[in-house]
């Protein structure tokens, strides 16, 4: 069998064997699907209800005040603030008498404290019933204001994006989430396997392997065969998280019950409509799986995943190159890795940062150059595509951000080939700098 | 043909010292060869060369009568460096078959060997321990196991008896011995002297980059022999002195003599029986190769000199 990919072998199935690879490979997506489902399942299920009796001395508020179930109001007779707690309710709320001024005060009782976002919610309520009554008392009625409320709900802004064959759908929000999810994984992951690149390098230096190794086999096939290997666990933990994820999220919606996942269905088939009717009828929670379904149907998924995967294999062979020089210099000590690291590290966390300001404003001149300079590209530009190609991203910038890519890292290889070459037989010295590029930029 | 590696005239210069300068030698097939020199002396860069780490910057290295070629000539070799080369966390067995597995053996030819080797100097319970499981004995005799499994032509053993008990220094002690009556042969790199004497038939000094010394082990010390003798007398009188020896050194009835410009052993001889003595012993002291090296290598600098610039 080929050398190079013995040691590819080796580095693969010896990482890929152990403990804590399958670990983290098994419970980070369990912890991702468990946060969402565990918000899902909150923001459907868990939410505070509360029952609140109203003590109304201008008999305006029944039937005018909007109430439902998570937050009940009711007209109870014979409840004060003194016996509201016996009899069901979990808080009160007194409405003094109105007055010519306008200015009252509204004062509600309640054992449990009430979240802000409860108590917006109980004003914004009496204040359109009040709005209500007034435009009732200038001469509106009932029937006309009911059917004003409901038209007014449809009003839903759509933004859709020009392309090639038309306009297509798009969100902002998800183009972020993704922008932001994959750029932040690109760094994640260039740290880490870029991290076990430099200890695996520093492994066979201090345990004197290297030296066996490389009366066997080249510095580079060494160094390759590393790379490559810890490169192919990298994609395995991609793709088993990928595949773990859509499994766990086709069970999670087992747990939807039946009759909510009709009406998404009957949402899907009608595009969001309701056949017969308004939204309305479909319940709050089939609305919120149907729009999320919908959401994330508008993001080309393919594209993102293949650029995803160009880019963080890109990113990654450009930078595990580094740090295996890195590794190959460093003696004992591992405090002179720290050092050393520095300047490897350093543009990798700026690239992060030009990230974050890039995923909110893709197309600023900073963004788009640090989308194709190879040192910064792998993030930066995963943060643009989630934006749309050719919208945000033409393709002569993705083309040219690939390219320089692809060359960036046979550059960065062919250097760091170099001073490996000599760092990992070279014993007791402290390397600084200065010397990896001297020892980088000689000739042969 | 018998040469298994003539190398000539091989240089190697870092930016501040010459490493190894114009050495040649040659070795026998089938011999057991001795690179000795002091710490530092340009051994380690000179098996490098041999092993096809490193490129000469000059000079000619001729492997089994051919042009050196590091990429197809490697797999004949086996290199056992100075400090062990193992993964501690990989098992005995998997490295042994992965190491196999870089020298070209295939899978299977790898297993019969490693097989073998394990039963030969009972490892075979080892197959799943872990190296770092390991003492420092049980990794030098992998490690010996790892270097001469593909049955190299040459094989390149750089301390190999540090860290071993003498039960198993001599296990692998016999299997160099047998291994060079297979016909391979053995480049042996220490600064054991009294190894070197017991084990080698050839001998390389190495000191300053420079060849200093090259030879059997037995001309060597003939070359250097100080004409001293060794006199055991039944009674040793007050004042003994004659033309032909004078006394080195004296313990009891013990002497050593060495003897004079001009004079033979013969001549000694002849004066103790004039004097009518018993002689109860007398034998020729050759200088160990210790002495030798000692001699040899002192004063030269040798230590300090990996902080010497290169002359112009």
């Known amino acids: 069998m080929n050398k190079t990919l013995l040691i590819i072998q080796r580095e693969y199935l010896t990482r890929v064997k152990n403990k804590r690879f399958v670990l983290t490979t098994i419970l980070m997506p369990l912890l991702i699907v468990a946060l969402i489902a565990g918000t899902t399942f909150l923001s459907i299920k868990g939410k505070d209800e509360r029952k609140i009796a109203v003590i109304d001395q201008n008999g305006f508020f029944k039937g005018n005040i909007k109430s439902t179930k998570a937050l009940a109001f009711e007209f109870p007779e014979g409840v004060d603030t003194s016996n509201y707690l016996q009899k069901g309710y979990s808080d009160i709320l007194l409405i003094p008498k109105f007055d010519s001024t306008g200015k009252m005060n509204y004062l509600i009782r309640s054992k449990k404290r009430i979240s802000i976002t409860t108590e917006s919610a109980i004003s914004e309520r009496i204040n359109a019933a009040i709005e209500d009554n007034m435009l009732q008392t200038a001469g509106i009625d009932k029937a006309q204001l009911d059917s004003i409320h409901v038209q007014s709900q449809y009003a839903e802004l759509k933004a859709v994006e020009e392309n090639g064959e038309g306009v297509k759908e798009s969100s902002a929000g998800l183009s972020y989430g993704i922008g932001f999810g994959s750029g932040m994984l690109i760094y994640i992951t260039m740290f880490i396997y870029g991290a076990m690149v430099m200890r695996g390098v520093m492994e066979e230096k201090t345990n004197r392997i290297a030296e066996v190794m490389v009366s066997s086999v080249k510095p580079f096939q060494l160094m390759a065969g590393k790379i490559i290997g810890i490169g192919a666990v990298g994609l395995t933990q991609f793709l088993m998280w990928i595949i773990l994820i859509i499994g766990l999220t086709t069970a999670a919606q087992a747990f939807v019950p039946h009759d909510v996942m009709e009406q998404v269905k009957t949402l899907q088939q009608a595009n969001g409509q309701m056949p017969g009717g308004g939204m309305a009828q479909a319940g709050d929670a089939a609305q919120q799986i149907y729009k999320m379904q919908h959401t994330f149907s508008t993001a080309n998924w393919p594209v993102i995943i293949l650029c995803f995967i160009f880019y963080f294999l890109g990113g990654y062979l450009f930078y595990a190159a580094l740090f295996a020089a890195v590794g190959s210099v460093v003696n004992e000590d591992p405090q002179d890795a720290q050092s050393l690291m520095l300047p490897i590290t350093m543009p990798i966390i700026f690239s992060f940062i030009i990230m974050t300001n890039a995923v909110q404003d893709p197309s600023t001149p900073m963004a788009v ?60 010295k402290k390397v600084s700098w200065k010397e990896m590029f001297k020892w980088a930029f000689r000739k042969n | 043909m018998n040469k298994i590696l003539e190398l000539s005239n091989l240089k190697k210069y870092y930016a501040t010292q010459k490493a190894v300068d114009d050495i040649s030698f040659s070795i026998e097939k089938g011999s057991i060869f001795g690179l000795l020199g002091p710490n530092g002396a340009g051994k380690t860069t000179l098996l490098r060369m041999i092993t096809g780490i490193f490129y000469p910057d000059s000079g000619d290295i001729r492997f089994d009568g051919k042009t050196f070629d590091p990429e197809n000539d490697i797999i004949k070799i086996g290199y056992m460096p100075e400090e062990r080369g193992l993964y501690k966390k990989m098992k005995i067995g998997e490295q042994a078959l992965y190491l196999a597995q870089l020298k070209g053996l295939s899978r299977s030819e790898a297993m ?153 052993s013969n001549d000694v001889l002849q004066h103790l029986l004039q004097q009518n003595l018993t002689i109860e012993a007398f034998h020729e002291v050759l200088p160990s190769l210790n002495e030798i090296f000692i001699n040899l290598v002192e004063g030269t600098r040798a230590t300090s000199r990996a902080f010497q610039p290169v002359n112009p």
């Open chain 1, 369 to 428: 150059w640090a989308s194709i300079i190879p040192f910064s590209s792998p993030m930066v530009m995963m943060a643009r595509i989630a934006y749309g190609i050719p919208g945000t991203v033409p393709y002569w910038q993705l083309g040219l951000s690939m390219l320089s890519l692809i060359g960036g890292f046979l550059l960065t290889t062919w250097l760091s080939a170099k001073i490996y070459r000599t760092g990992i037989l070279m014993y007791g």
């Open chain 2, 112 to 264: 019969t060997k490693i097989k073998f080797w394990f039963k030969r100097l009972e490892m075979e319970t080892w197959w799943n321990k872990k190296v770092e499981d390991l003492s420092k004995g049980m990794s030098q005799k992998l490690q010996f196991v790892t270097t001469v499994l593909h049955e190299p032509k040459l094989i390149i053993l750089d301390e190999p008896f540090s860290g071993l008990d003498p039960v198993n220094a001599n296990l692998i002690k016999d299997e160099i011995y047998g291994l060079a009556q297979r016909g391979s042969t053995i480049i042996f790199s220490t600064h054991r002297m009294e190894q070197v004497e017991e084990i080698c038939d050839h001998i390389v000094l190495v000191n300053l980059g420079k060849k200093i010394l090259d030879g059997t082990v037995a001309n060597i010390k003939q070359q250097f022999k100080e004409n001293k003798f060794a006199i055991q007398l039944g009674e040793v009188p007050a004042n003994l002195t004659a033309a032909s020896f004078e006394i080195a050194d004296q313990k009891a009835n013990r002497l050593t003599v060495k003897i004079k410009e001009g004079y033979r």
